[in-house]
Structure formats: structure tokens, C-alpha cells
């Protein structure tokens, strides 16, 4: 028996013809529901991207204990336990996450593994003169935005691009090993994450007109740009989009040519999804995780059961990855792992809520029905502690300022009787802002209008305190979310009605900057030019002075007014209207 997993990563379940999108070229994504089971109901865990490959790996939700960061020693990793039983496991990446700090210890559980550089910035050839970069309408500019102007010119045909050479090494793996027995291959492309960077013969799929500046790259915050730049930045993202469904259209040629169909599981997944304007944001992590984020595509062919063209119900999660693939070659799964085996031959039930959210941010449940995103009980979003022995974060260590009230915690039930070390944690930005919300996804799919129901309320609390007993979460979130640590919850600990203000602020779309009046000085000047003029930093130092500070700077100085307000909810639109006047008289 063999298995293989294709992974794209940001792949938006909504813009799949098999989910019913008629207007991306992706044919290939709908010859591959034709071969498997089609999941309808398949739901992400923990968020972002390592937390979610730390749930492929362990089967279990990682996101109450810790935010981004490698395996930790105590957790068990799926290839490593197939590797230990006689599976050789194989895993071709372009995904520049794995070899950071936050993600060192992932591709050495596999027998081999290759990487193919140049992703989303990934530091990787060296160019000491600035690189030529268009007028971008993006303007969070760090580090990685200079660096990937310069890898791009290291891929400027398809062959040369990163997810193409990971195909190229998975169909290789594929052509040399598909008369032996007991492997894995996972073939994981970092695509269609942002930037949408792909080739002429995909952008012409969508003709437009669009004589902007150039945009393939959104910042993560609601949206300020002109509906044409929208529009351009969907269909850049559709473009990488087709280029993904002819890779995976390659894998799916090479099972036909080596009749592979008879022994081999297929499984089809991603991470989680990229809103691309919907509800008026871009991105993800900033703002709450709505079913365009979580609500996810799922494809598997097995073999044994040979049901093809078929569709499941039944509510699955990121967690059950593993214990899928652990099951298909007879090795037995760790007694802490909450994941169960898909539910492909039959569509029988495996849970009744799922659990999925990020470290900090809202902790959610869904049954398939209800979604509700319970935020933290006070403005403060504490208390939040990292339990980790392995302090890194995505790109760095943690600093000596943060492990200064270091202490050692109790163990967890799946820490096999470890203590970890706990440190204080934070967020970038507080879920608080945007209120407890529940949703009724039978009268509203698309999640516009959250609801005040009490008795929908109290029961989504009560499935999420299960699932927080059954992660054996943290003392510290039952105190942070408001909720008993022991017995269940009643009437008192319910927060829709009492967050209903924030949330409905919240919501609240940003009006356009060309609502507002513009001079020399505009709400899309960069914040360093308007702290640089005498009178322009006067205006802000009476009207936003927490903006002048000169280590905030160091960050947002090429960020606009219009942009920090987009990436916060909370910057009141009556000042952004105030500072528009004002600067527009200068």
C-alpha cells in the first residue's frame, strides 16, 4: 500500500468548481472529484500555517498551548511513526516556513525531504543593490517584499518556479518508486499563498483591463483599495489558482500512466484559506476566522473502499490527517491523538463539534451548523501564557525580555509527563474588538448577520467546553474566554448580547480614502512623511499622538493612516475623518 498527500497552501475552497464556483479554470480539481470522495463538511484547527502542519503531524490541537512553533519533543509526528514501521516517507516543499526557526523540526521526521527555495520572500540569492520593484499598491514593505523582487528574477519562466520544481520532484519520487511498496509522499506546495506570482499563459485565463499599479500582494486588513484593484488582486490569486490545478493535474497523469489507482490513498487538502475582500478584509490571523478561513477542501481516494464521485457530510478536521494515513498502513495511533480516520467509505459521523482558532485570538466551535467564536471576556485578552519547550517563533527566538518571568508549568496529558516552560504570551492584535459571535449557517452561509440567541448560545458554549477539557486546555483559557473551568455553563457566562456593541462596530466597513478630502497631505500619505513635516506632525500628535512615537515608527513609517486604521478596527473613524481635514489643508 502506498499514499500520497498533494497540500497547497491558502487554497480557497469557494473559487473550486466541486464547490460549486463556475468561473476559475481549474478542470483538473474537478477530474479529481470525479476519482475521490468529495468532504463537504471539513473544518481547519489550529491556525496559521505550522500550527496547522504541527495538527498534520500529531493529530491533536495545538493552538491553546502555544502559538507558532516547531515540534515540540513530547509530540508525536505521523511520518516519524510511519517511519518507525517501515513506511518510507518522502516530502517535496517549497514552503520556506520549514526552515525557519518556528518550523526546524518538521521535514527531519521524514526518511528524505527536499526544498526548493524562493516563496514569499524566502532569503535566498543575494543582492546587495535594491532590486527594480514596480508602484505596488502594497504597503506593508518589510524585509521579505525587497527579497522577493529579487528571487523573482531567478523564476521568470514556469519551469523555474518553485512550485513547479516541488512537482517535479514529487513526480520523480513518483516515476522511480511506483512499483514499491509501503510509502508516503507528500508533495506540498506553498501556492496559491500570497503573492500570486505566476506566468502569462495563467493571467490570460482571466482578461481584464487594469491599468493600476501593480498588486498581487494584500496586506492583511480590511480593504481600502478601488474596486478594479480588488477585482485585479482576485484574479491574480486565480491565475496561481490554475497554475496549482495543473500541478496537481501532472500528479493525477502519472497515477492513470502507472495504474496506481488500485493500491495508492490520494488525499487532496490544504491549510486554511485567504479572504480576498470578502466582508470587506484581506488575509487572515487579524481578523475572525469566518468559513471563507476554515471551511476547507478535501479530496481522498482509498483504495479499499473505491468509492468514487461521492460527497461526505460527515464534520472533519485537520487533526484527522494522521490518524487517516496511520490507520491506511496498519500503525497504530498514539493514545492523546484526537483525530479519527476519514469517514470515506461511508458517510457515517466521527464528531459532534469541531474545535479551530488561533493562539490569542477567538477560540471557535461549529457543529456544521452554528459557528460560534467566543472572544475574550475583557479588553485585555489575559490571562495568555506560551507553553513550549521549544521558544521560537516564526523567524526568530524568543528574546531574553520575554523568558524574564519564565517558570516551569504542570504537565499536560499529552506531554508525557513533561513540564513545559511558561512565559507570558501576546497577540498583535486583540480578538476582543470584534466580540463574541454566533452564527447560523442554514439561514446565513456566508456569515453577514451574527445572531443573538441564548439557548444557541449556552449549548455552542457547552460543546466548547468539552473540546476544551478533551485538549486538556490551559487553566488560563477558561479565565481569558469567561468560561467555568469546572461544570458547565449557564446563562451568566453567555457574551453575544454583552459584546453586541464591539461586534457591530466591528463590522462597520471602512469607508473609501476618496470619501474623504486630500491635499499635499492625505489619508494615504505614509505615516513617515506626515511625522517628517513640522505641521503635519502636529496634526497627529494632537489627534493620534501614539502615532508619533518613534519605535512604532520603525514598523508602520511606510504604512498610511488609512491602512492602520484598515488593519484595526478599533481607530475611531471620527478621528480618521478629523486628521483627512485637517491634513488636507496643509
Known amino acids: 500500500m502506498k499514499a500520497i498527500m498533494v497540500m497547497f497552501d491558502s487554497l480557497n475552497r469557494h473559487m473550486l468548481s466541486p464547490y460549486g464556483c463556475d468561473w476559475t479554470h481549474a478542470p483538473n480539481f474537478a477530474r479529481l472529484a470525479e476519482r475521490t470522495v468529495t468532504f463537504d463538511n471539513c473544518y481547519a484547527g489550529s491556525m496559521p500555517c505550522m500550527p496547522a502542519r504541527r495538527e498534520l503531524h500529531t493529530g491533536r490541537h495545538n493552538f491553546l498551548h502555544?502559538?507558532?512553533?516547531?515540534?515540540?519533543?513530547?509530540?508525536?509526528?505521523?511520518?516519524?511513526?510511519?517511519?518507525?514501521?517501515?513506511?518510507?516517507?518522502?516530502?517535496?516543499?517549497?514552503?520556506?516556513?520549514y526552515w525557519e526557526d518556528g518550523g526546524a523540526t518538521y521535514h527531519g521526521r521524514y526518511n528524505t525531504w527536499?526544498?526548493?527555495?524562493?516563496?514569499?520572500?524566502?532569503?535566498?540569492?543575494?543582492?546587495?543593490?535594491?532590486?527594480?520593484?514596480?508602484?505596488?499598491?502594497?504597503?506593508?514593505?518589510?524585509?521579505?517584499?525587497?527579497?522577493?523582487?529579487?528571487?523573482?528574477?531567478?523564476?521568470?519562466?514556469?519551469?523555474r518556479h518553485p512550485q513547479t520544481l516541488t512537482f517535479d520532484a514529487g513526480l520523480e519520487f513518483l516515476h522511480t518508486n511506483h512499483a514499491e511498496d509501503r510509502w508516503f509522499l507528500q508533495i506540498e506546495t506553498f501556492d496559491p499563498h500570497e503573492p500570486f506570482f505566476s506566468h502569462r499563459q495563467y493571467k490570460d485565463l482571466y482578461p481584464h483591463d487594469y491599468d493600476g499599479p501593480h498588486f498581487d500582494w494584500p496586506d492583511y486588513r480590511q480593504v481600502t483599495e478601488t474596486d478594479d484593484q480588488v477585482q485585479h488582486a482576485r484574479l491574480e490569486y486565480a491565475a496561481l489558482l490554475s497554475?496549482?490545478?495543473?500541478?496537481?493535474?501532472?500528479?493525477?497523469?502519472?497515477?492513470?500512466?502507472?495504474?496506481?489507482?488500485?493500491?495508492?490513498?490520494l488525499?487532496?487538502?490544504?491549510?486554511h484559506g485567504l479572504l480576498l475582500g470578502e466582508k470587506n478584509w484581506w488575509g487572515k490571523s487579524v481578523q475572525p476566522w469566518y468559513n471563507e478561513l476554515v471551511h476547507l477542501p478535501l479530496f481522498v481516494w482509498d483504495p479499499r473502499a473505491g468509492v468514487t464521485g461521492a460527497r461526505r457530510e460527515a464534520l472533519v478536521q485537520t487533526v484527522d490527517l494522521a490518524a487517516t494515513l496511520l490507520e491506511f498502513f496498519g500503525v497504530d495511533r498514539p493514545a492523546d491523538m484526537q483525530g479519527v480516520p476519514l469517514p470515506?467509505?461511508?458517510?457515517?459521523?466521527?464528531?459532534?463539534?469541531?474545535?479551530?482558532?488561533?493562539?490569542?485570538?477567538h477560540v471557535n466551535v461549529t457543529d456544521g451548523r452554528y459557528v460560534y467564536m467566543r472572544a475574550p471576556a475583557s479588553v485585555d485578552n489575559a490571562p495568555l501564557f506560551e507553553h513550549t519547550l521549544m521558544p521560537t517563533h516564526m523567524k526568530g527566538r524568543f528574546t531574553p525580555d520575554e523568558l524574564a518571568d519564565i517558570e516551569l508549568a504542570d504537565p499536560f496529558s499529552f506531554t508525557k509527563g513533561?513540564?513545559?516552560?511558561?512565559?507570558?504570551?501576546?497577540?498583535?492584535?486583540?480578538?476582543?474588538?470584534?466580540?463574541?459571535?454566533?452564527?447560523?449557517?442554514?439561514?446565513d452561509p456566508e456569515q453577514r448577520s451574527p445572531i443573538a440567541d441564548d439557548e444557541a448560545?449556552?449549548?455552542?458554549?457547552n460543546l466548547l467546553l468539552d473540546l476544551l477539557h478533551a485538549s486538556d486546555a490551559p487553566p488560563s483559557q477558561y479565565e481569558r474566554l469567561g468560561l467555568p473551568a469546572e461544570g458547565p455553563a449557564t446563562e451568566e457566562h453567555l457574551l453575544v448580547r454583552a459584546q453586541r456593541d464591539q461586534a457591530e462596530l466591528a463590522q462597520e466597513p471602512l469607508p473609501r480614502p476618496e470619501d474623504y478630502p486630500a491635499g499635499?497631505?492625505?489619508?494615504?500619505?505614509?505615516?513617515?512623511a506626515l511625522v517628517s513635516d513640522p505641521k503635519a506632525v502636529e496634526v497627529l500628535r494632537t489627534h493620534a499622538p501614539t502615532l508619533v512615537d518613534t519605535e512604532l515608527l520603525q514598523m508602520i513609517g511606510t504604512t498610511s493612516l488609512i491602512s492602520l486604521a484598515a488593519m484595526s478596527t478599533s481607530f475611531p473613524k471620527k478621528t480618521l475623518r478629523v486628521l483627512a481635514e485637517e491634513l488636507s489643508t496643509l
Open 344 to 361: 470515506v467509505a461511508a458517510d457515517e459521523p466521527v464528531r459532534e463539534a469541531g474545535l479551530f482558532g488561533i493562539h490569542g485570538g
Open 114 to 159: 527536499e526544498f526548493f527555495r524562493g516563496q514569499e520572500g524566502d532569503a535566498w540569492k543575494g543582492h546587495v543593490a535594491a532590486p527594480l520593484m514596480p508602484e505596488d499598491v502594497k504597503e506593508m514593505r518589510q524585509e521579505g517584499y525587497r527579497q522577493d523582487w529579487v528571487n523573482r528574477q531567478y523564476m521568470q519562466t514556469e519551469d
Open 418 to 443: 513533561v513540564r513545559t516552560v511558561r512565559v507570558t504570551g501576546r497577540t498583535f492584535f486583540n480578538p476582543f474588538q470584534f466580540g463574541t459571535l454566533l452564527f447560523d449557517l442554514h439561514a
Open 457 to 461: 448560545e449556552l449549548r455552542m458554549a
Open 243 to 265: 497554475m496549482c490545478d495543473r500541478s496537481l493535474g501532472r500528479v493525477l497523469n502519472l497515477m492513470d500512466e502507472h495504474g496506481m489507482w488500485d493500491d495508492t490513498l
Open 267 to 271: 488525499i487532496v487538502n490544504t491549510d
Open 520 to 528: 499635499r497631505f492625505s489619508l494615504r500619505t505614509p505615516l513617515a
Open 66 to 97: 502555544r502559538s507558532w512553533g516547531p515540534l515540540e519533543p513530547f509530540d508525536d509526528s505521523m511520518p516519524e511513526l510511519l517511519k518507525r514501521s517501515g513506511v518510507y516517507t518522502h516530502l517535496a516543499s517549497d514552503h520556506p516556513h
